[in-house]
């Protein structure tokens, strides 16, 4: 009762008052008919997850910037497409990506506000927090019970909240944010589809439009997680016989896609496919983890697959076939996410300890090796949540560490635009230029006991050097971008440039124009190229393979060039117009 007290002292009692009473209160277990199943009150529930929300975000915001230690270049694309954005620009139209709207327009939202983008970030996440919580309270209240509630409620907005993607390396970063939110909208509508809600409890229409706007934004956020589990929940909806929630989640999902049409065109969602096809038919990132038998089998991951197929058995052998059919229907969902995300991290594994101790069954039954089903039961959710814990202990304590972090070793990422003036990155880690480069290049006499990384990239029959920058790529990219001002280039501020790397940030580091219809994440193709005043071609990139790609691709299109400019860190071929 303390803790609750302290939490609903932390927001104004007129806001906690108004969503128990109308939100909250109605769903409480405690009032229906006198049901038992659970001793939660719906009041301190929603007190709690509005504390968890007000302390994680609230200490992200009293820091008063984002301190980046962790994936520099994922955070300079967050802000390439921000600014680009800001300047009108519509993705999927003017920009190319695979990542949905819902990625970048609650950002967009703060930065229009006056934020900068590094608090923009911060409050976009507490706004992702409290659109979710009315639901993650309907499925903690309808759908689970006890430890399992409570702790659905903290992991649903630590994931939100949290300043690291998840695995077992402390540190603090905005990279692959949108895959922490869309794991959470995932873990939600799973739930409320998955499981019928408790007795008394019943709210087909109100549980189908959670789930239809649910999915909806996993469609807008991140396409992965929709491909992979919106079969899944239409496919169980019907398994339990809930037509009605169907019914409105078809709806209710249609209704949100008709408003981007109409805010956006149609010319978005062709544009998305589009983008879509790019990572499908890119040489590099179209898996950017580890091989698909490794995830499964590999020393990493074998014992959270086995865990997960032992539920399944466990679950049907304790007679709840539909609930252990459920898990097998979430296999390829929880595998293909897992897969397509950078860093394998299966936080599928948290989902799989609540689902579990949500379907502990009755003492008595027996399972495999003649176990009790409930001890079984209670072990794999342990189990699941042992393998979980590092990625879970991760993002919750993330934002106390950034809040402690000592600022005296960052700098800003971007000095030269004021919206950027609070993303501040570690000096020691952006300012030290590393290259990699073969050292048979260097001794050709070692040709014939080793071999290099890859094969030298050839362009119109011009050999590059074989290089790959390792580290100080933003000092690199702010060189070039200077050089590209002065001669023997000459570019001015309209200038638009291809540059053949997996990212630049030539553009802002160089105040130029960002390239109409180019990729911010280079995957494949020529996006953009039409635009393009010139094209830029880094001698020591950040990817050789994806820069081979990339030229490769532009030598298919013909595109006629005016003679190569050479430099020290750069060719540059201008476009005859």
């Known amino acids: 009762m303390q803790i609750s007290y302290l939490f609903a002292r932390l927001r104004p009692r007129m806001y906690t008052h108004f ?207 929709f491909i992979a589990f919106a079969p899944v929940i239409c496919v169980v909806l019907m398994m339990r016989g809930a037509w009605r929630t169907l019914a409105y989640t078809l709806l209710s999902g249609g209704i949100v896609a008709l408003a981007v049409l109409a805010i956006f065109g149609v010319d978005l969602y062709v544009g998305y496919v589009r983008d879509l096809l790019s990572v499908v038919h890119s040489p590099t990132r179209a898996a950017p983890g580890v091989d698909l038998i490794e995830m499964l089998n590999g020393p990493r991951f074998f014992t959270a697959t086995a865990t997960l197929l032992l539920s399944i058995v466990v679950l049907r052998q304790s007679g709840q076939g539909r609930a252990g059919l459920v898990l097998m229907l979430l296999v390829p969902s929880f595998v293909y996410v897992t897969y397509q995300n950078y860093g394998n991290d299966p936080k599928w594994l948290l989902f799989l300890c609540l689902y579990l101790m949500a379907h502990r069954p009755q003492s008595g039954v027996r399972v495999m090796f003649n176990a009790q089903a409930r001890n079984a039961t209670t072990a794999l959710a342990l189990v699941c949540f042992a393998l979980g814990a590092p990625s879970f202990q991760n993002m919750i304590t993330s934002p106390l560490r950034h809040f402690s972090e000592d600022v005296t070793g960052y700098q800003l990422q971007l000095d030269n635009t004021p919206l950027v003036r609070d993303v501040w990155v570690y000096s020691d880690r952006v300012l030290v230029l590393r290259e990699l480069t073969p050292v048979v290049d260097r001794l050709p006499a070692l040709a014939d006991y080793g071999k290099a990384l890859y094969d030298p990239v050839i362009f119109f029959g ?104 050479r430099d020290e860190v750069m060719w540059v071929y201008k476009i005859k117009k």
């Open 19 to 225: 969503f128990a009473k109308h939100l909250i209160w109605p769903y409480s277990l405690e009032k229906i008919n006198g049901a038992s199943m659970s001793k939660i009150s719906s009041k301190q529930y929603a007190l709690f997850l509005i504390g968890v929300i007000v302390v994680l975000g609230g200490i992200v915001l009293a820091k008063g910037a984002l301190y980046v230690d962790r994936y520099e270049v994922d955070v300079a694309h967050l802000i390439d497409i921000v600014l680009r954005i800001n300047m009108g620009q519509v993705p999927h139209i003017d920009i190319s990506t695979p990542l949905g709207i819902a990625a970048f327009y609650p950002i967009v939202m703060f930065t229009k506000l006056g934020f900068g983008v590094g608090m923009a970030f911060a409050s976009a996440q507490i706004l992702v927090a409290v659109f979710l919580l009315p639901i993650v309270i309907r499925v903690g209240l309808s759908r689970l019970s006890g430890v399992s509630a409570w702790l659905f409620g903290l992991v649903s907005m630590s994931m939100v909240l949290a300043l690291v993607y998840g695995a077992d390396v402390a540190s603090q970063s905005a990279s692959m944010y949108y895959n922490r939110w869309a794991w959470a909208f995932a873990f939600s509508a799973t739930f409320l589809a998955a499981m019928p809600a408790h007795k008394g409890m019943e709210r087909p229409r109100l549980d189908g439009v959670f789930i239809g706007v649910m999915v909806a934004v996993l469609a807008l956020l991140k396409s992965t997680f």
């Open 462 to 565: 011009q050999k590059l050097p074989r290089c790959q920058i390792d580290a100080g790529d933003a000092v690199m990219q702010a060189y070039m971008a200077d050089r590209l001002k002065e001669a023997p280039f000459g570019f001015g501020p309209e200038a638009q440039f291809f540059v053949t790397d997996m990212f630049s940030m030539t553009w802002m580091a160089g105040g130029f124009t960002p390239l109409q219809g180019g990729a911010p994440w280079y995957y494949s193709g020529t996006p953009g190229l039409e635009n393009a005043d010139a094209i830029v071609i880094p001698l020591c990139p950040l990817n050789p393979k994806t820069q081979a790609a990339a030229l490769a691709a532009i030598e298919a299109t013909g595109v006629p060039l005016e003679p190569v400019i």
